[in-house]
């Protein structure tokens, strides 16, 4: 388990209690590496899906292996990737320790 700071369904920072709130972070942690883009973060350049490029795509194929690719790069476990009927994500990954 990974413990963060809690943020918003809008991606701030949750200040709801009046304070900062801390959480278990790993579903923040893949939103974040779903929504970037390489290049996004300076650190770890090469972080990122960028699922808004596969939009468009044919072949669903290409942006799983992606997602598969970079969970796996930020130390997740991956057991499943793969699209429902309605062509939702279900991403089924966890951090294999617990730093």
């Known amino acids: 388990m990974r413990t963060d700071i809690a ?50 795509d044919s072949d669903p194929a290409d942006y799983l292996r992606a997602v598969r690719r970079q969970m796996e790069r930020d130390g997740m476990k991956v057991r499943d990737v793969s699209l429902d009927r309605t062509g939702e994500l279900i991403l089924d990954a966890d951090y294999e320790n617990n730093g």
């Open 7 to 56: 943020y918003s369904e809008n991606g701030d920072i949750d200040l709801s209690e009046r304070d900062i709130l801390y959480t278990e972070s790993t579903g923040q942690h893949q939103r974040d590496i779903l929504l970037a883009a390489p290049g996004d973060y300076k650190e770890n350049p090469e972080t990122g899906v960028d699922s808004a490029l596969y939009l468009g």
